[in-house]
């Protein structure tokens, strides 16, 4: 069974909101997708929900165009730096680090990480006037394009152009700077998510503004006071400033009521048992979507790996870490009453507990906990001052342990040093967790006369030519992972993730940027003839994160007689050249025999296929009839 072809073009993070709309509200749009917005709230109304009158809220040169850089489409592709990402320490990681410009990547992340990040911390340019921040934009739309895409007039149109190239450092320039990566984020937050933005005086009432129409006015929890310093500074005319802010949002307040129900009496009352560890209470060992597929063996030497509808499980932990919560006792396999063998493990009480908004370590003293700490980590670790101002891993860790439990993700889009992965590496040292940590981060130049120091390391020491803060971050992620297991020798790490997987992102081809209404007119321009393997490697991980897929996830290379194909999440990719009447014939076969392979959907690059051998595929696929019965979609991509 097959639906019939399709064909994309541009890659472009989906509007999520308008989704829901469309497929609540369906009569509301008209035969071209546009939003009748007069009849939606007559639908509304009927159901007695009133619109508010009031129109307080905040408005910027260049407000429009912030909406627009939040669902305009992406100008790059993915590529994997698979040298490092194959050594051992790294094969395995569910870590990222992500060099690029962080619009760009969060873009990326926008489908195969929607609604999955539990807790997302940044630390953006403050905009002091003295952090380097100025607003610059390589997009280039004329006057006409952006008063169509954004609809405004003309005047402001060119009032925005102007604005945008002009280096400013404003507060319009911050807020248009932030605004697209804020709203991206929050696509990216799970409902009971929180995210978790360090900020000073100088932008602080505009964040809190911003963050109240992206988050919702209800979803802000509280702005935390930081003492980051001991004894103030200079940074203020009539006072010492010893504090920053951390302002803290989630996703959805009433699910984050729900979280917190964790913590009351009545919820606690369920771990009735303790070891020497902990209170605890036997849960099943649920299965989970993902890659974690392995046999177990009951007592009996019964073998669990399929459900009853003969699909593999996938569970929750890894193999070794089973293996290890087995030997422990954390896990344990008893026949229930129908006689069916089921898997429990010890659900551990949480750590978690009502945060205090004054974030102060009491050994302030000692510089606990503050930026001098931060330094001082960094100091440590490279031996010299490689970064300004880091934040300290303490501070992370007073914030990771407010919600986290075991499997989250972390999202730090600004990385900086790179503080975020390191107290994430800790905290799993600690507690043998599985947190999971993405970062992102500029490679931004490092001027030599601002920091002779780092320019120097890094262009010496790690051998970059073009020194950039992003080497500063990776070499931080690396040497934190060799300390915390040099400081615990005697500990098994063999379960532990402390490695990381890198990927970057690069510029689309020139004239591959198109729509596909266009195809046959674009077509003439682009000459894919150019694209080299490791152009092809690039688009194919673009498009799988676009189809939703997890950077981490391992995919399957699949001969059909000598075309290889790759396969993952039953999305099968067909990338290379001369696919041929006789590697259909084994793609279909293996479909009807191979278990394991069940393809729903089959892309394949457009530009790589003749118009005849495309229809050909197509309509194979369309009128063969499985014997496992998929419906499969066959999707042609330019």
């Known amino acids: 069974m097959s639906r019939e072809q399709k064909i994309t073009g541009n890659?472009?993070?989906?509007?999520?909101?308008?989704?829901?709309?469309?497929?609540?509200?369906?009569?509301?749009?008209?035969?071209?997708?546009?939003?009748?917005?007069?009849?939606?709230?007559?639908?509304?109304?009927?159901?007695?929900?009133?619109?508010?009158?009031?129109?307080?809220?905040?408005?910027?040169?260049?407000?429009?165009?912030?909406?627009?850089?939040?669902?305009?489409?992406?100008?790059?592709?993915?590529?994997?730096?698979?040298?490092?990402?194959?050594?051992?320490?790294?094969?395995?990681?569910?870590?990222?680090?992500?060099?690029?410009?962080?619009?760009?990547?969060?873009?990326?992340l926008s489908n195969a990480y929607f609604e999955k990040i539990k807790m997302i911390y940044i630390d953006p340019p403050y905009n002091t006037g003295n952090d380097g921040f100025v607003y610059a934009d390589d997009r280039k739309f004329t006057v006409v394009e952006l008063q169509e895409l954004a609809g405004i007039s003309e005047e402001r149109a060119k009032r925005i152009l102007d604005f945008t190239q002009s280096k400013s450092n404003s507060h319009s320039a911050w807020l248009t700077f932030m605004y697209p990566r804020l709203y991206i984020a929050k696509q990216l937050l799970k409902e009971e998510g929180v995210i978790f933005i360090s900020i000073d005086e100088n932008e602080h009432s505009q964040l809190k503004l911003l963050c109240d129409e992206i988050f919702g006015e209800q979803n802000f929890i509280t702005s935390f006071i930081w003492k980051n310093k001991k004894g103030g500074g200079n940074d203020s005319k009539y006072v010492a400033v010893e504090h920053e802010s951390i302002i803290m949002y989630t996703k959805n307040e009433n699910y984050l009521e729900k979280l917190f129900e964790k913590y009351t009496s009545e919820y606690l009352k369920r771990y009735c048992e303790k070891d020497n560890v902990s209170k605890f209470y036997w849960d099943t060992f649920k299965r989970k979507s993902g890659k974690q597929y392995y046999p177990i063996t009951c007592p009996d030497g019964k073998i669990l790996e399929f459900d009853e509808n003969g699909n593999k499980i996938s569970w929750l932990r890894s193999k070794s870490r089973f293996e290890d919560d087995l030997l422990k006792g954390?896990?344990?396999?008893?026949?229930?009453?129908?006689?069916?063998?089921?898997?429990?493990?010890?659900?551990?009480?949480?750590?978690?507990?009502?945060?205090?908004?004054?974030?102060?370590?009491?050994?302030?003293?000692?510089?606990?906990?503050?930026?001098?700490?931060?330094?001082?980590?960094?100091?440590?670790?490279?031996?010299?001052?490689?970064?300004?101002?880091?934040?300290?891993?303490?501070?992370?860790?007073?914030?990771?342990?407010?919600l986290t439990e075991e499997d989250d993700f972390i999202l730090d889009f600004f990385a900086g040093s790179g503080t975020t992965g390191d107290a994430v590496m800790q905290l799993n040292a600690e507690d043998s967790g599985n947190l999971k940590f993405i970062l992102a981060q500029l490679p931004e130049l490092i001027d030599p006369k601002n920091n002779k120091t780092a320019y120097e390391f890094v262009k010496n020491e790690l051998k970059v030519e073009t020194p950039n803060i992003f080497e500063i971050t990776k070499e931080r992620l690396i040497r934190a992972s060799k300390k915390i297991q040099e400081k615990n020798k005697d500990k098994d790490f063999s379960n532990q993730d402390l490695g990381f997987k890198i990927f970057e992102t690069i510029p689309i081809w020139e004239d591959y940027n198109f729509d596909s209404e266009e195809l046959e007119k674009q077509t003439s321009l682009f000459d894919e003839s150019k694209l080299t393997k490791e152009d092809i490697?690039?688009?194919?991980?673009?498009?799988?994160?676009?189809?939703?897929?997890?950077?981490?996830?391992?995919?399957?290379?699949?001969?059909?007689?000598?075309?290889?194909?790759?396969?993952?999440?039953?999305?099968?990719?067909?990338?290379?050249?001369?696919?041929?009447?006789?590697?259909?014939?084994?793609?279909?076969?293996?479909?009807?025999?191979?278990?394991?392979?069940?393809?729903?959907?089959?892309?394949?690059?457009?530009?790589?296929?003749?118009?005849?051998?495309?229809?050909?595929?197509?309509?194979?696929?369309?009128?063969?009839?499985?014997?496992?019965?998929?419906?499969?979609?066959?999707?042609?991509?330019?």
């Open 11 to 108: 890659i472009k993070p989906p509007n999520k909101d308008l989704e829901i709309l469309k497929q609540n509200f369906s009569n509301c749009f008209d035969k071209s997708g546009n939003l009748d917005f007069e009849k939606l709230k007559k639908q509304i109304s009927a159901n007695e929900i009133n619109f508010s009158k009031e129109s307080y809220g905040m408005d910027w040169l260049g407000k429009s165009y912030a909406r627009l850089l939040a669902t305009d489409e992406s100008t790059t592709l993915l590529k994997e730096d698979e040298t490092f990402n194959q050594k051992e320490e790294n094969k395995n990681s569910e870590n990222l680090l992500i060099k690029g410009d962080n619009l760009e990547v969060l873009k990326h």
């Open 330 to 402: 954390e896990i344990k396999i008893l026949k229930n009453p129908q006689g069916d063998w089921t898997v429990h493990f010890k659900q551990r009480l949480p750590k978690g507990k009502k945060p205090r908004t004054i974030l102060i370590e009491e050994s302030l003293l000692d510089n606990e906990g503050t930026t001098s700490n931060g330094s001082a980590e960094i100091l440590t670790l490279f031996g010299k001052n490689v970064f300004d101002n880091p934040k300290p891993v303490k501070l992370l860790l007073k914030l990771l342990n407010i």
């Open 537 to 638: 490697k690039a688009l194919l991980v673009t498009w799988k994160t676009y189809d939703g897929i997890s950077l981490t996830e391992t995919e399957q290379k699949t001969d059909l007689n000598g075309y290889t194909a790759h396969y993952c999440n039953e999305k099968l990719y067909l990338m290379d050249k001369d696919f041929k009447t006789e590697n259909l014939k084994i793609l279909l076969e293996k479909i009807d025999i191979e278990k394991g392979f069940n393809p729903t959907t089959i892309i394949a690059f457009g530009y790589h296929f003749e118009s005849k051998n495309l229809r050909e595929v197509s309509e194979n696929i369309k009128s063969y009839a499985n014997k496992k019965n998929i419906d499969i979609d066959f999707v042609t991509r330019y």
